[in-house]
């Protein structure tokens, strides 16, 4: 397909505001007479809260109201940024009070602060006495599941959330065991890491002159935001406004309502006066939403071929003190687990989501499909090593194909690059050759060769509605507003959407201006940025405005020139007569026609709502080399590249950034990233940036990235999702290179130079 805009590299619609601080973000926009709120934090891991004094706070000068657990809506509500769903039996879990006297984690909210300053509300914590009565401290979702432990959340037996499993094939997983030559097992297991997203979490509330509840919020999700609101106060869905502003980052942890029903609930404790609460870096970290630490139980028996006949999972999430996203996320690693090698006769797996007195994992980007990947990347690797094959050859054996049907949704993938992805990926580190010279290595320096596999979904139908919206207003002169329900959180969303509607109108990129804000009484209605979905599904909506839009302008040339608006066309940003190319006048003649001709004025517009019911896959590899240091611990890394098939890419500079950042995500949960607990109290470890070893610019390798574009004819202009596959197989990759280096399988994250000594000292190689 030949674009004009569409896949050419503009530069992004907001990098002059960001570079120049132009941008205003949540905390740039103060309100007069702003008030400060901070929360008092349980100093126990699990228990209850017996007693509570806050009147030496609320004595304190400059404290205007102290509030908490008593205090608030005796409300339970759901924290996920999903779809509504009206069937109650698939509706988040709501299991989340805005203050609480029950203690799930080190940490938990039970009161909050409101005074004139920020200090003076920090200070005010220190004036409040609290007695607890404690309970035991689980950490471990395994032991959590036992009989007899504490019930975290009452009522929910074994602390597990919620089960999930299938059993699918033409025989049963025993008989199908017992088929093959070969039987492979493995357990693999991936810590809880943080997001570290530069903005911390922030928001503030108000009330407006019709006494509504105005929430201004660094959010993924503003319309969902306001429906949880709604819920968390048993108020009408219209007492609400949310407005989203410029975000600084998000990777999934504002895909949760965390803050806001805090802040609207204390405005009106004030008279409406505006709150605001702006958490610190340790609080953020420890105290929103980190990734779930998964351990993987993989079973996979395999033909002397080398196909894959049966293979059967055991998957434990380790959920946190609160549900958050729930089971959703376990539930996509079990779909990859039978979807991305699917066995000939059978699989089988069961998933668990556990709660534990820990910070609450929710959305991060990959949404579990990073963890899954890391255990079957690893998996497969160990396959080909008991085989005695490569692991390319035991990967395009098995991996899925294109133009097949995942047979439990319904979904076919009708592009899928894999073969050409891996053939990229190695050649550029010349795998084969590398793999053998590296086999058999002596010495306390040693390199290897790695890489891994991925698909990942754009969007979340068939599982989850799928809706976005989109409005185009065309200006006197012929350029458009665009206003998005879609969120731009640092992703490229608005550029990208402003190609979009430049390509199907007919005008140059600058001809477009998108707003920036979102803002739940102005923007399109649209669930907000996650699932990698925005360019595949709210794509469509803006796909669709723009059209209408150029309809009417090419009806009212039409009728303007005595023509048939299908023998015209707009082509940079001119009325051009199709059959000789000949301009017939500008597009800024006609857009002022609609707003001033006396006879038929009328304002070229559109308005609609894109229900999408369709998804496709993205494929990847990422390969590397490392160089390992056995004294030391620590990893090299010589050359990495990934390669995506994303299907057409929007736009190659913004689509690279998003590969390298994805990247070096990954390169964090492999090889250093890590949220630590003290196992006795739960408190968390290292809650700050300084102890957090996330890598830095003096870490970071260069980024190779290449593309196997592909026309997907399910996305709007042949694309797939992009977003979060760059964070999914860059972990595995690093595994199976040290393993081909050292020999040793490191099936853990993070694979830091602590762990990877030990292990080498274990082993004898030290």
Sequence with gaps: MDYKVVGKGVRRADAVAKVTGKAKYTGDIPEKGMLYAKLFRATIGHGYVKSIDTSKAEAMDGVVKVVTYKDVPDIKYPTAG??????????????RKMLSDKVRLYGDEIAAVIATSELTAAKALKLIEVEYEELPVLLDAEEAMKDGTPEIHEGVKNNILAKSGYDVGDIDIEEAFARADHIVEGVYETAPVQHCHMENHIAYAYMDSRDRIVVVTSTQIPHICRRILAQSMDLPMGRFRVIKPVIGGGFGAKQDVVLEPVVAFLTTQVDGRPVMLDLQREECMAWTRTRHGVKFHIKTGVSKEGRFLARQARIISTNGAYASHGHSI?????????????????????????????????????????????????????IAKALNMNPVEIREKNMIKEGSTDPRTGVTFHTCKLTECIDIAKKHIDYDRKREEYAEQAGDVRRGVGLAIFGYGSGTWPVSLEIGGARITMNQDGSVQLFMGATEIGQGAETVFSQMAAETIGLPYEYVTIETTNDTDISPFDTGAYASRQSYVSGQAVKKAAFEVREKVLERAGSRFDMKPEDLDIVDANIVRKKDGVALTDLADVALDSYYCTKTACTISSDV??????NALSFGCTAAEVEVDLKTGKVDILNIISVHDSGKILNRTTAEGQVHGGMSMSVGMALAEVMLYDPRTGKPRNNNLLDYKMPTMMDTPHWDVEFVESHDQ?????????GEPPAISPAPALR????????????????????????????GLV
């Design 714 to 722: 399910t996305g709007p202009y042949g694309n797939k999702s992009l």
């Design 609 to 614: 709502t894109s229900l999408v019911e369709t």
């Design 82 to 95: 999903h779809p509504y769903c009206r069937d109650p039996k698939h509706q988040d879990c709501a299991d």
């Design 330 to 382: 376990a539930a996509k690693e079990s779909t990859e687990f039978f979807r991305f090698y699917p066995a000939e006769l059978a699989t089988k797996c069961d998933a668990y989501t556990v709660y534990t007195n820990m910070a609450t994992a929710g959305a991060m980007r990959g949404y579990g499909v990073p963890q899954v990947a890391f255990a079957m990347e690893s998996h497969a690797d160990d």
């Design 736 to 763: 199976n290179a040290i393993f081909n280096a050292t020999g040793i399988a490191f099936n853990s994250t993070p694979m830091n130079p602590q762990n990877l000594f030990e292990r080498f000292k274990e082993e």
